[in-house]
């Protein structure tokens, strides 16, 4: 499967964006999940949705200020980023979870990386 993820930009601290990840077919059997990488920082794991919709895990850096959720109609998932701060400035990967939800943190276990989306948050 191929994923695009889009609605990257530049934003001020505290404003909100929005970013959408489409598929090239159904994904409605998979776990997905949004990765970020800062310049000269290893990928690090940001959200994840089970299939189902239910469970869902965020990194504790983003809870309370990142939604994750999915259409699995539109093979879609989507992260709603409010109260956004200059240390989210990275560009963020979705993925398709290839290992099991206990091991959702480790970038090795997902797969089918688009070309991600650059979000920049200025001070």
């Known amino acids: 499967v191929q994923l695009q993820a889009s609605g990257g930009g530049l934003v001020q601290a505290g404003g909100s964006l929005r970013l959408s990840c489409t598929a090239s077919?159904?994904?409605?059997?998979?776990?997905m999940g949004w990765f970020r990488q800062a310049p000269g920082k290893d990928r690090e794991f940001v959200a994840a949705i089970s299939f189902g919709g239910s469970p869902i895990s965020y990194a504790d850096s983003v809870k309370g200020r990142f939604t994750i959720s999915r259409d699995n109609a539109k093979n879609a998932v989507f992260l709603q980023m409010d109260s956004l701060k200059p240390e989210d400035t990275a560009t963020y990967y979705c993925?398709?979870?290839?290992?099991?939800?206990?091991?959702?943190?480790?970038?090795?276990?997902?797969?089918?990386w688009g070309q991600g989306t650059l979000v920049t948050v200025s001070s």
């Open positions: 077919r159904r994904t409605s059997s998979y776990s």
């Open positions: 993925a398709v979870q290839l290992g099991g939800w206990h091991s959702k943190d480790d970038p090795r276990r997902w797969g089918s």
